[in-house]
């Protein structure tokens, strides 16, 4: 299993990214997947989630800018990121729980996309 994540980028204040993040792999599952960030000097942290029905999930910081959404055909999740501030600068990872017949249900994580915030 692998999860691909793109579309981080350097941005203005105000303006808009949108994340992808597309996972690959024989005969999965996708149950819950998420997004997460890591600013610099600090811990990684939630910033939304999404369950396999579509039910989304957000941190009090990104309320109302961003928006968590998925695809289960194309086993793809999304992040539209909205009025962006410096304060969002940061890698971001998406993450996913998910079942193979090999393995059964377990956490995978994809590659850091950088989002930087800047004028």
Known sequence: V???ASGGGLV???GSLRLSCAASGSFI???SMGWYRQAPWKQRELVARITSGGSPDYT???KG???ISRDNAKNTMYLQMNNLTPEDTAVYYC???IWTPS???ADYWGQGTL???SS
């Open 12 to 14: 203005q204040p105000g």
């Open 103 to 105: 393995v059964g249900s």
């Open 65 to 67: 800018r961003f928006t």
């Open 29 to 31: 599952v996708i149950n």
């Open 2 to 4: 692998q999860l691909q």
């Open 95 to 97: 993450a996913g729980e």
């Open 60 to 62: 009090d910081a990104v």
């Open 115 to 117: 989002v930087t915030v």
